[in-house]
């Protein structure tokens, strides 16, 4: 399994950003696919999930709102359209793929992984 997440960038407050994971290696219909991210110093946290089949989606608090998370089944994607943009949302992203169909909150149950993308929101 290969991840390849993109669309990181440098953005002001408010603005938009959209993230993409190009997933291949196999199918995943079954998969569960998170998007995570690092802050400096910080722990790596949950942002969002999406089941690749049904399509649920559950957020964390605090970009509920303010990120989508979505898939192109035809494109083997699932992004991530980041608005209203913090400076706290400043962090490395990375995307995910997992089985497990609980705990999805949690990193530890990730198996596979993208190289992560810079989003850095300044003030």
């Known amino acids: 399994v290969q991840l390849q997440a993109s669309g990181g960038g440098l953005v002001q407050a408010g603005g938009s950003l959209r993230l993409s994971c190009a997933a291949s290696?196999?199918?995943?219909?079954?998969?569960?696919m998170g998007w995570f991210r690092q802050a400096p110093g910080k722990e790596r946290e949950f942002v969002a999930v999406?089941?690749?089949?049904?399509?649920?989606?559950y957020y964390a608090d605090s970009v509920k709102g303010r990120f989508t998370i979505s898939k192109d089944n035809a494109k083997n994607t699932v992004s991530l359209q980041m608005n209203s943009l913090k400076p706290e949302d400043t962090a490395v992203y990375y995307c995910?793929?997992?089985?497990?169909?609980?705990?999805?909150?949690?990193?530890?149950?990730?198996?596979?992984w993208g190289q992560g993308t810079l989003v850095t929101v300044s003030s």
């Open positions: 999406i089941r690749w089949s049904g399509g649920i989606t």
């Open positions: 995910a793929a997992t089985l497990q169909v609980t705990e999805t909150r949690i990193p530890r149950n990730y198996n596979y």
């Open positions: 290696g196999r199918t995943f219909s079954s998969y569960i």
